[in-house]
């Protein structure tokens, strides 16, 4: 699990959208095409052509398109068109890297280093679930792991019908992703999650006792 | 109409740009009057008093130095759509106004230490966070809600105060992926009829 990171909650992602999210400092961009399908693409946040960030650029369809020159990037990353020269075939070289992305769980998860070795055990927990929130932690992940009782290689922490997955967008800092199974156990509304979540974070960042906080969710 | 309405502009100053973003999305003309704040007190602009700092607006008689002020004025003009300053939401959209106010002041002072100083120092950002908290906390549990806008159905100009401090919290550091609700809303106000850029707020991010 250690591979995958959960780098968002689905409701953060929608169809058309585009989020840039780093995992351990390396920029990557996340998106969603805007068709039927709708598929989660996580890349390298770079343009090859002159290095600005994709994730200032937009979907057009089933691809992602730079801000800069409008160069569009397809499935897998590769250049299919340069606005400039319309005409050209554009050489396969020419992409951008794409890395493994997964929804499950409510989550966006991300493997920078490849497409496999999601682990058998996320497939047990529930699939039919509410994304909460991703919420901000000054603190590192592993700080925050401690504090929710998450071993790295679960990736997911659940109380009851609440599922908690960290990342850590840069060292000493971390998301805490708060989402909510639908079936099961009676939940308290996202709201009210909400609330819990930002009580857990200022906790946290306080370095106060957090058994109490987390001693809510049943 | 527009003849009767001036601003004294200065380009760069996060204030004056919340005011000219509110003109712009609330499709008020006003005659625009430059003002260059960097040069020497005499060659600012004819017609801005003696320790005065824009944004000044200037309309039949009235005379408003506060971008707070000067928007909720604005929008209580009668060609301007009532949304903008929603009666049944009023009150949560003055109490945000007020806070947006605050906060440009906190990210001001943050930004002209980054940026507008011949020796730029990173800034100390504890209070400029204290205040993006709190916004990314009210708008993740607006977003559950079914709610787009920080205090009314509609975009109001407590949403545009508001997203002159994210915006330019960029500058100072904040990272957009720490903030996804904030970003969600932000991006919905660029798509507004009427959005204006600033330097350094550009019209993609």
Request: proline share 7%.
């Amino acid at each position: 699990m250690e591979r995958w990171h959960s780098v968002s909650v689905l409701s953060d992602i929608r169809p058309g959208e585009v989020a840039g999210v780093r995992i351990d400092g390396h920029e990557v961009v996340l998106w969603r095409e805007d068709t039927p399908a709708a598929s989660l693409h996580a890349w390298e946040d770079r343009c090859p052509h002159r290095g600005m960030r994709l994730s200032f650029g937009f979907v057009r369809g089933d691809a992602m398109g730079c801000l800069y020159h409008g160069w569009q990037f397809g499935a897998a990353g590769r250049c299919r068109l340069i606005p400039a020269h319309p005409q050209v075939r554009v050489p396969a070289s020419i992409h951008v890297r794409a890395y493994g992305v997964r929804e499950h769980a409510g989550l966006a998860w991300v493997n920078m280093e490849g497409t496999d070795g999601f682990p058998d055990h996320a497939t047990h927990w529930p699939d039919d679930v509410q994304p909460v929130r991703s919420v901000h932690v000054r603190r590192g992940a592993t700080q925050l792991r401690q504090a929710i009782g998450l071993e790295a290689v679960d990736g997911m922490a659940w109380r009851g019908s609440v599922g908690l997955a960290v990342h850590e967008p840069v060292a000493g800092q971390a998301m805490l992703h708060v989402v909510c199974a639908r079936s099961g156990e009676p939940a308290p509304t996202p709201a009210a999650l909400s609330h819990w979540a930002s009580r857990l974070r200022d906790a946290v960042e306080s370095g106060n006792p957090t058994a109490t906080i987390m001693g809510e969710l049943a | 109409m527009s003849a009767d309405r001036v601003l004294y502009d200065w380009t760069p100053d996060v204030r004056s740009y919340a005011v000219r973003l509110g003109l712009s999305l609330m499709d008020v003309e006003c005659r625009m009057q430059a003002v260059d704040m960097d040069l020497p007190a005499p060659h600012h602009a004819d017609g801005l008093l003696a320790g005065e700092c824009p944004p000044v607006l200037e309309c039949a008689g009235v005379r408003l130095t506060r971008p707070g002020t000067i928007l909720h004025y604005i929008a209580r003009q009668p060609d301007v759509a009532r949304a903008w300053l929603d009666p049944a939401h009023e009150w949560a959209i003055l109490d945000w106004l007020d806070f947006g106010v605050s906060a440009l002041d906190t990210l001001a002072s943050a930004r002209g230490a980054a940026l507008a100083t011949a020796m730029p120092v990173p800034p100390a950002t504890g209070a400029l966070d204290a205040v993006l908290r709190r916004m990314e906390d009210h708008m993740a549990v607006r977003a559950m809600d079914g709610h787009d806008w920080f205090a009314a159905p509609a975009a109001s100009i407590a949403d545009v105060m508001l997203f002159v401090v994210f915006a330019l919290s960029a500058d100072v550091g904040v990272e957009r992926d720490t903030c996804p609700a904030l970003r969600r809303w932000a991006r919905g106000l660029r798509a507004l009829p009427g959005f204006a850029v600033m330097p350094g707020v550009p019209d993609y991010a």
